[in-house]
Each structure stands twice: as structure tokens, then as C-alpha cells.
């Protein structure tokens, strides 16, 4: 039922936005979505963000096919969020891993192909994660998208990495990760990385590269975790560092 | 292969321990972990908790049945985690949030059965949650199993906390959640609760009951989360808190 006052409004991913003027068509899942979930209709105003930091006003054109002019287009700083690298989880776990990395506002995730776990690149996984990361985006009505990398082993990976960022391994035999309020110091600090081993843990060789390359061993419950709930409690900790960071609280 | 040197000892739920020299019968789900994924042989030693705070030494006995003698019982501490109440998420997703939050240490799950949601008690849907916590505690090795209630209304679970704990409402226009570190005044303090609301949101008299009930409103990130996000939010938080206040980190 349609009700204008309670009613969420629309929030699609639309990877070309141009400017003011710019006709879209949607189709698939937004189309759906928009005249389905939401009942938009001609005349009312949606919002897309082409997961780049650009967030445009759309106004509806017309239903079918279905077609809406930008009307607006608002940049947005990134939103501050951690990378996070992790192994292979167990079984499926990783997709809706993927999709709470992102919605907790996750910058980047890099799987790891370890060795006791190797994670061969399938471009079917690679496109399911960009869809999970993709509808995460819409939950969110974020400007950006979490961009999901292809799996590389932990050389590559640490390589890959922007320099000066705070470096954490997670690992039950570390000290407690800090209170979040004491690691920020700015916006425009390089991101924070964490890196979690696969179901079966890094290896020596491994762990030996992380650690040389400033991964500090950092606990996150008194509990052993899954590969995935210690990336998710990791994210849960960078994205309450984002909110102080915001908000100054 | 058996590998003793890098094989995880096995651990599983007894729910019934009564001390040295009682003779268990494994059967179902701890039988075949035990033998099959495991691998243990008689003479090998399982250990085993009742999820209320006892964690037993087992000696393996025989394979078929799969008997072992209880050697010694230790009891443990509460882990100290706090209370997660939540309205209903979405579709199966409470499935994996109750996973998580017994992964994480909560000590006790109360759905909330809320005007905009209603969530009907339904003893199969309860049984799976309890086979999902106890899985968690195999999981972790935990001595405490995360404790799964019967879906009730916000009034009957207010009046069912525990007094003198700190009361959290999760909102995304809430106060940053305060760093961890800042809260923990000790172990025996009373469990903190946090409540989220379902899929719909709490309603305004919801809200007011929760207000009321000092309930105090908590931002966990900037973007919106869904219910059982936030939900996994708080609760890594709260790990962290207890392992501060475990080793006063």
C-alpha cells in the first residue's frame, strides 16, 4: 500500500551518472524494486548513486519502460571505512560476509588466496559478490560501494596496500584491539586494514609477511571467531570509529 | 588424516554433567564430529561443556557406541557478555544473526515480538535457534551457551531485565556508542542489554516504553544497518568490552 508520509523512498545503482539532463532507463531488479517495492510513480523523485561518490535526484518520467531524468547531482566524500582482507571462510559463508562488509561501510574487501586455502578467482563468485555489494548499497542509500577485489595471495595483497594506514591481524593471542576513540585522527587518514586468516588459519610464512609488513596481532573477543564473524566484529569496531570520526562524539 | 600435532581436540555439548567418573553416550551430530571429523580414538580426550558454565575432561572409550568417562569438571565464569533483544529481520536472516551473536558471546536472545512485526512463537523455529547456538559453542569452545527466548512483546521483555545494567536502544540518530573501554566497570557488573528493532522499525510507543525503561539512544555506524546487522554490531562491540575487562587491556 502506497502511503507517501511512511513510505522509504527509492535508492538505486546507477554506475553512469552524468549530470543534470541525463535521461536513465532502469530495468531488471531497480525497475521492480522502484515500481514494485517502493510504488513510485511519474513525477515522484528516486535517488541513485553510481557507488562512486555521486548521489543524483532522479525525477520519474514514466513507468514503462521506465524512464527518469537527473535532476540533481550531489558528491559525497568517502565514507572513511577499512579495507578488509580475509581467507576463505567455510561453505558459503563469504556471501553474506560480503554483504555486511558492506553495509558496515566497508572501503574495500580483498579475498586472500592462503595457502592451507587456496581461493581459486571465479568470475560467477566475483559477479555474485558485486550484486550482494551492490543491493547493500541500496540498503544503505550510501554514496559509495564497497568494491569487492579478485582473490590474491598474501604477498600480492599486502603489496596492493595504500602506504601509512594502521595495520591489524586478527588474532585471538593478540592484545584487545583499542578503544575505537583512540586510533582516529582524521578523515583523511589512509584507511585501516585488517587481515583475517581462512577457516584454516595463515600459515607460518604467512603470518611472518603480515607481521613484517606492520600487521599489528590484534584481539577481538575472548571467544575463537569464524573466519567471518572476525571480520565482521572488526567492521563493527571501524565503522563505530567512522561515527566518532563524523560526529566528533 | 589425523594429524595430532594440528588437529583441533574436540569439544561438544553435554547438557548434562554430573561429575568424575559418569559414563556418556554420544550419539547424532557429537558422534560423528567426534569420530569422523575429529577422528579421536579410544584413550584420545574430548571435552565437553553443559553450557552453564562446565567444561568436562572425557576419555574416550569405546567407538560403537561412542562411550567416554567424565575425568574432571572445571567450572568457568559467565563470559560476561551482554543481553540482545531484537525485533524480527528479514526473511532467514534471524537464522545466521543468532549464529553470530552466540559466536560473539551474548548471553541471552530475546525476540521481540513488536506491533509493526509480529513474531509468532513457533517451537520448530525455536529448536533451530537452540541447535545454532549450541553449534556456536562448539564452535568457540565456550563454557557458557548462548541462552535463546520465546519471542515476546516489548512491555514483558522490559520487565524481564535484569536491574542496573546499562540499556542501550540501537538508532541510527543516537549519540556515537561510547568506546568500549569507558563503560566496563567490572565483571560482576549486570549484563548490558541493547534493543533493536525489526525490519519496520519499533513504533512510537515502542519507543517510548523502551525511553522509559532507560533504554538510551545508539548510533553504531553511519549508514542505516538492517536488523540483524546492527544487532552483530553491538554484539562485536560487547566482545570487545569483555575482552578489556578480562584482560584488562
Not at 521506465?66 to 581467507?87: F, I, K, N, Q, R
Not at 580483498?110 to 543491493?135: D, G, H, K, N, V
Request: glycine letters at 8%; aromatic letters at 6%.
Amino acid at each position: 500500500m502506497r502511503s507517501p508520509g511512511d513510505a522509504t523512498p527509492a535508492f538505486v545503482f546507477v554506475p553512469e551518472l552524468a549530470g543534470p539532463g541525463q535521461r536513465l532507463t532502469l530495468t531488471g531488479d531497480d525497475a521492480h524494486y522502484v515500481t514494485r517495492v517502493c510504488r513510485a510513480r511519474p513525477g515522484d523523485t528516486v535517488r541513485a548513486s553510481n557507488g562512486r561518490g555521486l548521489v543524483a535526484r532522479l525525477r520519474l518520467d514514466s513507468l514503462a519502460p521506465l524512464t527518469a531524468d537527473v535532476v540533481e547531482l550531489e558528491p559525497h566524500d568517502p565514507s572513511g571505512g577499512g579495507w578488509v582482507m580475509t581467507g576463505a571462510p567455510e561453505g558459503q559463508r563469504a556471501d553474506w560476509m560480503v554483504e555486511k562488509l558492506a553495509e558496515l561501510g566497508i572501503t574495500r574487501w580483498q579475498p586472500l588466496s592462503c595457502a592451507r586455502s587456496p581461493w581459486p578467482s571465479a568470475p560467477a563468485r566475483l559477479e555474485r559478490w558485486e550484486r550482494l555489494a551492490t543491493a547493500a548499497l541500496r540498503q544503505s542509500r550510501a554514496a559509495w560501494r564497497m568494491e569487492v577485489a579478485s582473490p590474491i595471495e598474501v604477498a600480492d595483497a599486502i603489496a596492493s596496500l595504500p602506504e601509512g594506514g594502521r595495520r591489524w591481524l586478527a588474532d585471538p593471542d593478540g592484545e584487545p584491539l583499542p578503544s575505537a576513540r583512540s586510533v582516529t585522527t582524521g578523515l583523511t587518514e589512509p584507511p585501516q586494514v585488517v587481515a583475517i586468516g581462512p577457516a584454516e588459519g595463515f600459515d607460518d610464512r604467512e603470518r611472518e609477511r603480515l607481521r613484517a609488513a606492520g600487521f599489528r596481532p590484534a584481539c577481538l573477543a575472548t571467544r575463537r571467531l569464524r573466519t567471518e564473524t572476525a571480520a565482521l566484529a572488526w567492521a563493527a569496531w571501524d565503522a563505530l570509529e567512522v561515527v566518532s570520526r563524523t560526529r566528533g562524539g
